[in-house]
């Protein structure tokens, strides 16, 4: 006998508070970057982050007898995501924040729903409501007015838009192909190996790219340092990748539009960072659209096959 779909409003618990979490964390790692990358530099600072938290991740996993990959298939697409979805973008963040304002970073890759919904029925076949679709062209068109809003008014900022932008691409993409390629590989064993060979890459970047500047470690950037490996890295990921197996990646991207309404808030708490009206507007306008790309699949009757790991296609 089938059971009822249940409504998007009662999502399991677990899954609820995860994807809670997950945005608070994210959220306020934009503002913890920015001040890494005033002393330290940018490739060194990811390249650290991430290898630390790789040890307390394999650690951990080590102690509690976790099962580790297996087969080829699996490490070919560790090795993949390592590069795709933890060195290459973070690199790209890292040094956009140089010269982008935390918050405006944080709004700018919150288009990476759009873009994952965009990609995945061409990499799995699988179909987006077209509401869903809808909803995430509606906050893209929000995040465009932001976008040039802020070029007008700093012409310089544009190569820091431009590397967010690009870092959030490769990041879509690396999100579908996770959710084909590691179904089967522990969520805490996955990141931590993933960190480990993103921070080899960026270890060597930083002897190619940056061996002419010096880290000035302050406590300032110690502290930041601290909390984007522990809670950034370390929880932030583990509680990604597991709902990624319960939750397609498209509505799972979400995350990123209710990212920036937290980064905005920080910025603006602890920085002062101008909150303009049209900033607020477009907040608002991104929150309803997650509600409904949320809601896109129960009134289509098929919150089963979307938000929960059932194998199947169209």
Sequence with gaps: MSTASPAPSSF????????????????????????????????EAAAIRFLISSVLLLGAAWVQKRRWPRGKRSWQALMILSVTIMAVPYSLLFWAEQ????SMAAVLYSAIPLVVALLTPVMT????????????????GALLVLLFRD???????????????????????????????????????????????ASVVLF???????????AQWTRTSLI???????????????IYYWLLKRMQPYQLSTTSLVVPVIA?????LIHHESIPLMMLVAMVIILVSVGS?????????????????RGKTP
């Design 12 to 43: 399991p618990r677990s899954q609820l508070l995860g994807y809670i979490v997950l945005c608070l964390i994210w959220g306020t790692t934009w503002l913890a970057i920015q001040e890494v990358v005033q002393d330290v530099p940018p490739l």
């Design 99 to 102: 010269y982008v304002a935390s």
């Design 125 to 140: 076949g699988r179909t987006v409501p077209r509401s869903a679709v809808f909803a995430l062209v509606v906050a893209f």
């Design 151 to 197: 070029l007008s008014t700093n012409r310089s900022a544009l190569w820091g838009d431009a590397a967010v932008m690009a870092a959030m691409v490769l990041s879509a993409w690396s999100v579908v192909f996770a959710k084909k390629r590691l179904q089967e590989v522990d969520s805490v064993v996955a990141t931590g190996l993933q960190l480990l060979f």
């Design 204 to 214: 060597w970047g930083t002897w190619a790219l940056e061996a002419h500047r010096r």
């Design 224 to 238: 930041a340092l601290a909390y984007l490996t522990i809670f950034g890295s370390c929880i932030a990921f583990v």
């Design 264 to 268: 905005v808030l920080a910025g603006g």
């Design 293 to 309: 790309v949320l809601r896109a699949e129960a009134d289509a009757g098929q919150q089963d096959e979307i938000l929960m790991l």
